[in-house]
């Protein structure tokens, strides 16, 4: 079993800044995928980043530029730093971890930009 804890979230203004933070235990393959997926109210779940255990990354157009993931491989966490915020950005954010394993998710955390 891997377990996914989320922190970070909150209200933050139009331009604003935040940084989430995801940490993982439990059974984990060393070659994963970790990542962040948000849904907004009334939509589906969309990929904002993902970065490779060998620190491969890949973003939504819509957040590259804005968006930087990074993680700590000796220590299983992801981080998203989240700047020049809109408020299209607001949604739960969730962690995800995938591996030879499957797929892993945290319970997510709430984003709100202000307008």
């Known amino acids: 079993q891997v377990y996914l804890v989320e922190s970070g979230g909150g209200l933050v203004q139009t331009g604003g800044s935040l940084r989430l933070s995801c940490a993982a235990s439990?059974?984990?393959?060393?070659?994963?995928?970790m990542g962040w997926y948000r849904q907004a109210p009334g939509k589906q779940r969309e990929l904002v980043a993902t970065?490779?255990?060998?620190?491969?990354?890949n973003y939504a157009d819509s957040v590259k530029g804005r968006f930087t993931i990074s993680r700590d491989n000796t220590k299983n966490t992801v981080n998203l730093q989240m700047n020049s915020l809109k408020p299209e950005d607001t949604a739960v954010y969730y962690c995800?971890?995938?591996?030879?394993?499957?797929?892993?998710w945290g319970q997510g955390t709430q984003v709100t930009v202000s307008s």
């Open positions: 995800t971890l995938r591996s030879l394993r499957g797929v892993h």
């Open positions: 439990g059974s984990i393959v060393s070659i994963n995928v």
């Open positions: 970065i490779s255990n060998s620190g491969s990354t």
